[in-house]
């Protein structure tokens, strides 16, 4: 399996951006597949992620996201989507979609170890 990211860019505060993680290889949907983000300095951050041959359900977002990102998915494409909204200077970092090929019980998901494939990342810069 091998996961592409794209989509980063610089964008200015209260702004929006798209991210997009292909997947080549089998139907992701049978796998969790997860947005991270990371920042010089800091650990890799969990932000989103779909559950497991679930559908559309996802986990819980991360609390710093809640409310103004989205993550969705075109099977057809095997693509997820990060629709990132309301953007905050501390919103930037690397973003990494990673996948596993198991099912995670709540908690482990925001764990990077949890997953064994990672996109190579996009840079998302928020900044006036």
């Known amino acids: 399996v091998q996961l592409q990211a794209s989509g980063g860019g610089l964008v200015q505060p209260g702004g929006s951006l798209r991210l997009s993680c292909s997947a080549s290889?089998?139907?992701?949907?049978?796998?969790?597949m997860a947005w991270f983000r990371q920042d010089s300095g800091h650990e890799r951050e969990f932000v989103a992620a779909?559950?497991?041959?679930?559908?559309?359900?996802?986990?819980p977002y991360s609390d710093s996201v809640k409310g103004r990102f989205t993550i969705s998915r075109d099977s057809a494409k095997n693509t997820v989507y990060l629709q990132m909204n309301s953007l905050k200077p501390e919103d930037t970092g690397v973003y990494f979609c990673?996948?596993?090929?198991?099912?995670?019980?709540?908690?482990?998901?925001?764990?990077?170890?949890?997953?064994?494939?990672w996109g190579q990342g996009t840079l998302v810069t928020v900044s006036s």
């Open positions: 290889g089998q139907s992701f949907s049978s796998y969790t």
């Open positions: 779909f559950r497991r041959n679930s559908g559309n359900s996802h986990y």
């Open positions: 990673a996948l596993t090929e198991g099912g995670l019980i709540v908690s482990r998901q925001k764990i990077p170890g949890s997953y064994n494939y």
